[in-house]
């Protein structure tokens, strides 16, 4: 990644991944059975709905949804690697408050612009940006996620990806923060 200090791994993320991988491997003859074409994808969804309880990929759009979960299954299956989901679809009022209160702590809405845009140029409410854990994930969807047309935009925000399917494997040119067109 472009940052210029890189976030080491913990300890903890590892043995998070391990866990959730074995947890995968122990869930997968219950997915052959309920979807043999599709196993792994199942019993990676449920290793990882019980690893991040808390993640809700309801409102991304389709194609967001398939290429992520498409990403993280083979990032697990393939690499032991986790992603997380920390936000992805935002309710417009939710980014409007969002933006609200990062103009009231920056002091400007040019300022608040920097981490947070409002609404109408939010591509969280377009239902096509994921803010994703851990960093390592995070690390491994830059290194692999053209395949599934996910980019990381900005240099400033490590953890925020977008779906973009029109690039053809090649990424948008990445901006130094969301507040730059």
């Not at 299954?73 to 939710?94: F, K």
């Not at 960093?135 to 779906?163: C, K, P, Q, S, V």
């Not at 494997?169 to 507040?179: E, L, M, V």
């Amino acid at each position: 990644m472009n940052e210029p200090r890189t976030i080491p791994p913990r300890p903890r993320d590892r043995l998070y991944a391990a866990i959730t991988l074995v947890l995968a491997v122990l869930l997968l003859p219950a997915a052959f059975v309920r979807h043999p074409g599709r196993a792994r994808e199942l019993a990676c969804r449920w290793a990882l709905r019980m690893r991040f309880p808390a993640e809700d990929l309801t409102g991304l759009t389709d194609g967001a949804r398939a290429a992520f979960s498409a990403a993280r299954t083979e990032a697990l299956w393939r690499h032991g690697q986790l992603i997380g989901l920390t936000s992805g679809y935002r309710d417009p009022l939710v980014q409007q408050r969002m933006f609200d209160e990062e103009v009231r702590r920056a002091g400007s809405p040019a300022s608040a612009r920097m981490l947070v845009l409002p609404p109408a140029e939010s591509c969280h409410v377009k239902g096509i940006a994921l803010d994703v854990r851990p960093h390592e994930g995070a690390r491994w969807l830059e290194e692999h996620g053209a395949r599934y047309d996910l980019y990381r935009i900005y240099d400033n925000e490590w953890w925020h990806f977008e779906h973009r399917p029109g690039s053809g494997g090649t990424p948008p040119r990445r901006r130094p923060h969301p507040g730059v067109g």
